[in-house]
């Protein structure tokens, strides 16, 4: 009797723990009080049912309780959700009754509701950002409440305002960022970030925010705390993208946001001043190298895209732009040429390789470097195509596998197919 008094007040269900006992409604209010409660929840995690709290915490947890009210609402607390140091574990079972709740509640026709059922749908609706992560009615509502936040801040002073918008900008960054531990992949969540950012840090009507966060002739009278802050968005938002990198590999919901970062920030401010660009894109281009995967598309395409971003806004600075040709397209060949060596039947590596190499061919003025470019190419081809090299690495995990003795299909394996086009498309150059 002892133990099973104390399984209760521990908020065990025991063998009457069924999913079919839970209550959406109850869940729902609670799950919204957790979420509005603490601003600073970091992770977020859908764990399968405990029947012990110290399952989870390796902790006894006393129910001290003495209303029945509050011991009833513990224990559907203990028993659904588990917050320690702002990080929230739910319950498997409670995912599918609070669903069909909140769906049950928007879908209510027009007549039945009242103003109060307005603000509901909305709380509602930010709950199916937690629960399902590409919510886009639940991040609208979380825009539309920070539009109403800075609205009110209109009469206040210039200090104060900016000081609100970074409050509403790290709230939402934090909510975002709690939301993407568990869908790391969210389209949304990335696009509320971009919305956040253009928002809450950068001043002027839509179409100007879009082309440029500070305009090129004010660019001067820039203060030292907009740089800064422009710095720490890009810090911040990186740190945000290798994280749910490092949580979903093939990432491209992260790596284009990435490059948006990467552009607004780096790109934009530096339009101007060719050699600072050029020296950032070498830096962002070399962090990338560290923890790039030979697999992952996105990555690679990141790359591609900041090269090609760069360029184009280098194209009319000469001294400059045989600079970046010496000093990031030919390192960035070198450094594919190491990744084949190294995994050869990887198409992502050869697709870069080639998508790089009609850029620079469509773009490149300079004959001599064009001359050299392809050169180096027609020299790689033809020694990465050769009958004996194939074979030899036929039987590496990573390399391209065919069935043994099936000679004809091994020599038409992709890597060997894209040399040859590699060799024969440069020589018609």
């Known amino acids: 009797e002892e133990d099973k008094e104390e399984e209760e007040e521990e908020g065990v269900g025991g063998k009457d723990d069924d999913k079919n006992d839970f209550d959406g409604k109850e869940l729902a209010s609670e799950l919204l009080r957790i979420i509005s409660s603490d601003f600073s929840l970091n992770e977020l995690a859908f764990v399968p049912p405990w029947k012990h709290l110290r399952e989870l915490l390796g902790e006894k947890f006393a129910d001290d309780e003495e209303d029945e009210n509050d011991r009833k609402r513990l224990k559907l607390f203990y028993r659904s959700f588990c917050v ?41 609706k930010v709950l199916l950002c937690v629960l399902t992560g590409d919510s886009l009615s639940g991040w609208n509502v979380r825009k539309r409440r920070v539009l109403e936040a800075l609205e009110k801040d209109g009469d206040t002073t210039s200090d104060d305002q900016e000081k609100n918008r970074m409050k509403e900008m790290e709230r939402e960054m934090m909510f975002a960022t709690f939301v993407q531990t568990k869908f790391p992949k969210s389209t949304a969540a990335f696009a509320h970030r971009r919305w956040v950012i253009m928002t809450c840090c950068f001043h002027g009507g839509g179409a100007e925010r879009r082309n440029h966060l500070i305009p090129r002739n004010a660019r001067r009278d820039t203060t030292m705390l907009s740089l800064l802050l422009l710095n720490n968005v890009y810090e911040r938002e990186t740190l945000a993208c290798e994280q749910t990198c490092r949580r979903k590999l093939s990432n491209y919901a992260a790596w284009s946001h990435k490059l948006f970062v990467f552009e607004l920030v780096h790109v934009k401010q530096n339009v101007n001043e060719p050699d600072e660009l050029l020296e950032r894109a070498k830096s962002v281009l070399r962090e990338s190298k560290t923890n790039i995967s030979s697999s992952d598309p996105s990555a690679w395409h990141f790359r591609r895209a900041a090269i090609r971003s760069v360029y184009d806004r280098l194209l009319h600075y000469d001294a400059v732009k045989k600079r970046f040709f010496d000093e990031v397209i030919v390192d960035e060949f070198r450094f594919v040429r190491e990744k084949i060596a190294a995994f050869r039947g990887r198409e992502t590596l050869w697709h870069h390789r080639k998508t790089v190499l009609a850029h620079v061919l469509l773009k490149c003025s300079d004959d001599d470097v064009r001359n050299e470019i392809v050169t180096e190419e027609i020299e790689f081809a033809i020694n990465n195509n050769n009958k004996a090299d194939e074979i030899k690495v036929r039987d590496v995990p990573w390399a391209t596998k065919y069935e043994d003795g099936d000679e004809a299909r091994l020599l038409a394996s992709f890597s060997k197919y894209v040399c040859t086009i590699f060799s024969r498309f440069c020589k018609k150059l």
Do not use: G, T, W
């Open 84 to 124: 320690r140091e702002h990080k929230l574990a739910i319950n498997a079972h409670v995912i599918v009754p609070v669903l069909n709740y909140v769906y049950s509640q928007l879908r209510r026709k027009k007549d039945e509701k009242n103003d109060d059922d307005a603000f509901l749908d909305d709380d509602l």
